[in-house]
C-alpha cells in the first residue's frame, strides 16, 4: 500500500465538503483549466506560457511565475519539479481522471502543499526556506521512501483534524470508505483510514515527527485546513493550537490560510 496512492484517493474522495473548493482555490482561478491541459490533466490550456500567468488571490498562478520559478531554481531547473503531479491534481479537480490517477493526485498534493508551505515561508520574515520535497521530484529511492513518510504524516494529519470537534461518526466514515472505493482504494488501504479515524486524537505526536522541519510543519497545517470546514469554535482552536505547536508564526499561517481561501491575501 502506497501512501500516496492512498492520499490521492482520500483527496479525490474530500474529507470535507470544502476540500475540493480549497484546493481549487489554491490552484488558482482561470490558471486550474490550464495547469490541467499543460501539465497533462483535463483539458483546458494551450500553452506553457497560458499556465504560467498570474490569478487572483492566493492561487498558483502567482506560484508558478514567482514561487515556482524560484524553486526550480533552487533544484536545478523546473524540470526537477513536480509539475505532472500538480496537472493530474488539476485534471481530477476538473473531473478527470479515475481510478488510475489517484497516485498522481496524491502526488499532486504534495506538490501543492509544498508550494504553498514554500510560498508561505518565503513570505513569513523567517529564514529562506528550502524546497519541500513534495515539491521537487525525488531523485532516489531514499528520497521517495521519506515522501511515502510524509504523505503518510500529512494523511495522518488530515483525519487528525477531523476530530476536531469531535469523534467522526460512523456515517461519515461510511461516506469516506465508500468513496475512497470509487477511486479504486483496496481494502488494505480502506481498513487503514478506518482505524485511524476511530483512533484518539494525537495531536502531539504529530507535531513532534515534524519537530525541526518547518517545511513539512506548514504543509502539515495547511492539510489539515483542506481536511475540514473550520465552521465551529472547537475547530478554530484546533488550528490555533496546531499552528503553535508547530511553530508557525502568525503570518505564515495566515498566508497558509489566504492560499486556500480562508482569509482575505
Do not use: C, W
Request: hydrophobic share 40%.
Amino acid at each position: 500500500m502506497k501512501m500516496s496512492d492512498l492520499l490521492g484517493s482520500v483527496m479525490q474522495s474530500g474529507m470535507s465538503p470544502s476540500t475540493h473548493e480549497r484546493m481549487r482555490n489554491s490552484l488558482g482561478g482561470g490558471v486550474l483549466e490550464s495547469l490541467a491541459g499543460v501539465l497533462g490533466g483535463a483539458p483546458g490550456g494551450s500553452s506553457p506560457d497560458s499556465a504560467s500567468g498570474t490569478s487572483g488571490g492566493g492561487g498558483l498562478g502567482g506560484l508558478l511565475e514567482n514561487i515556482l520559478g524560484e524553486a526550480g531554481q533552487a533544484v536545478g531547473g523546473n524540470q526537477n519539479l513536480a509539475l505532472g503531479g500538480l496537472g493530474a491534481l488539476a485534471g481530477a479537480l476538473l473531473g478527470g481522471g479515475g481510478k488510475s490517477v489517484s497516485g498522481a493526485v496524491g502526488g499532486g498534493v504534495m506538490a501543492l502543499l509544498g508550494a504553498m508551505a514554500f510560498k508561505a515561508l518565503k513570505g513569513g520574515g523567517g529564514q529562506k526556506p528550502r524546497v519541500p520535497l513534495g515539491l521537487q521530484e525525488p531523485q532516489t529511492a531514499s528520497e521517495r521512501d521519506e515522501l511515502e513518510r510524509h504523505s503518510e504524516l500529512i494523511l495522518k494529519a488530515m483525519i487528525n483534524a477531523a476530530k476536531a470537534d469531535g469523534q467522526i461518526d460512523k456515517d461519515e466514515i461510511h461516506r469516506i470508505l465508500g468513496k475512497l472505493s470509487e477511486t479504486g482504494a483496496d481494502a488494505e488501504a480502506q481498513e487503514y483510514v478506518m482505524t485511524e479515524m476511530q483512533k484518539p486524537m494525537e495531536t502531539e505526536k504529530l507535531i513532534a515527527a515534524v519537530q525541526g522541519q518547518p517545511e513539512l510543519a506548514a504543509e502539515m497545517y495547511g492539510a489539515s485546513l483542506l481536511a475540514i470546514e473550520v465552521d465551529t469554535p472547537a475547530e478554530q482552536k484546533y488550528l490555533d493550537q496546531l499552528a503553535a505547536g508547530l511553530g508557525l508564526t502568525p503570518e505564515v499561517a495566515r498566508r497558509i490560510k489566504a492560499a486556500v481561501g480562508l482569509q482575505p491575501v
